[in-house]
Nanobody, 115 residues
Framework: QVQLVESGGGLVQPGGSLRLSCAAS????????MGWYRQAPGKTREPVAT???????NYADSVKGRFTISRDNAKNMMYLQMNSLKPEDTAVYYC?????????WGQGTQVTVSS
């Protein structure tokens, strides 16, 4: 099985920055793709950014130019650098991994953007 642990969330003012981290662990870990999703209260969970094994990335239109996804394959780590944060970015952010034909989710980390 794959275990995912997110960290780096917290309270930040509008225009501020945060960096989220996702640590993946498991036996014979082979990660095909990783991504970040978020879910605000009363809203559906939506994809924010994804990164594939070949290095290609994809971003939601709402975060393009502000967020950057990256990964360290050797350390099985994934990051989301969030700049110019807006109140509408407030949500629980989840790490998502596709590995061995199975989708895994972390427990989420809260990001709150408020004055």
């Amino acid at each position: 099985q794959v275990q995912l642990v997110e960290s780096g969330g917290g309270l930040v003012q509008p225009g501020g920055s945060l960096r989220l981290s996702c640590a993946a662990s498991g036996n014979r870990l082979r990660i095909n793709a990783m991504g970040w999703y978020r879910q605000a209260p009363g809203k559906t969970r939506e994809p924010v950014a994804t990164i594939f094994s070949g290095g290609n990335t994809n971003y939601a239109d709402s975060v393009k130019g502000r967020f950057t996804i990256s990964r360290d394959n050797a350390k099985n780590m994934m990051y989301l650098q969030m700049n110019s944060l807006k109140p509408e970015d407030t949500a629980v952010y989840y790490c998502n991994v596709f590995s061995g034909g199975v989708v895994y989710w972390g427990q989420g980390t809260q990001v709150t953007v408020s004055s």
